[in-house]
């Protein structure tokens, strides 16, 4: 009996792993959907650390980067979602509109990036990192992650051609057992 519930399990879990490929195999674009969500989830779920950095050096436009990068992200999976329409091919407006939205992602956060540091930095009135502004910190590592999830999320779009090729020759065919001795059936017609 107990055999038999670990079998399933097994059976089960391969099964899981055999319908998740074949999903994976139909829409491959999941992959870069993935990075691009983990991207959001990064920036938006410390999103606190980092008003507190805007609030605390007050850069110049450091609240329109941060808003910017709210906008974009939101807006880059709008994007996405139109750039691979279910069973058809790939909208290429769309596409170019995504790669658009990102490398503005990227040069929000770099500016970003650079106000931190300049105001770290600089010689007069420096912001000296303490206990009280660990967060300063958090949001600048928090923005590095940002940007090399929406490189990886780029980089990833860019290689879906290739690496969903690989993808579609993995055999997610179920073996039958006794299938290979079954008799050829004759369907010619003729009654003996």
């Known amino acids: 009996m107990a055999n038999n519930k670990s079998a399933k399990k097994n059976g089960g879990i391969k099964e899981v792993i055999r319908k998740s490929m074949v999903s994976l195999k139909r829409s491959p674009q999941r992959i870069p959907l993935a990075a691009l969500l983990a991207a959001f989830f990064i920036y938006s779920l410390n999103l606190s650390s980092i008003a507190n950095t805007t609030a605390?050096?007050?850069?110049?436009?450091?609240g329109q980067c941060?808003?910017?990068?709210m906008l974009f992200s939101i807006l880059a999976f709008v994007v996405f979602l139109r750039s691979f329409p279910r069973r058809q091919k790939a909208n290429k407006l769309m596409l170019g509109l995504?790669?658009?939205?990102?490398?503005?992602?990227?040069?929000?956060d770099a500016v970003y990036i650079?106000?931190?540091v300049d105001a770290t930095t600089r010689a007069e009135n420096t912001i000296v990192i303490d206990a009280s502004s660990?967060?300063?910190n958090t949001a600048r590592t928090i923005v590095t992650l940002h940007v090399v999830f929406i490189g990886v999320t780029a980089a990833l779009l860019a290689l879906l051609p290739f690496y969903s090729k690989a993808i579609r020759r993995i055999n997610t065919s179920i073996e039958v057992e006794g299938n290979g001795s079954m008799a050829a059936i004759d369907i010619s017609?003729?009654?003996n």
């Open 189 to 191: 017609g003729e009654d």
């Open 134 to 136: 660990e967060y300063i």
């Open 114 to 116: 650079t106000r931190i």
């Open 98 to 108: 995504l790669f658009f939205m990102l490398a503005l992602l990227v040069c929000v």
């Open 66 to 69: 941060e808003f910017a990068a």
């Open 56 to 62: 605390r050096i007050n850069g110049a436009n450091m």
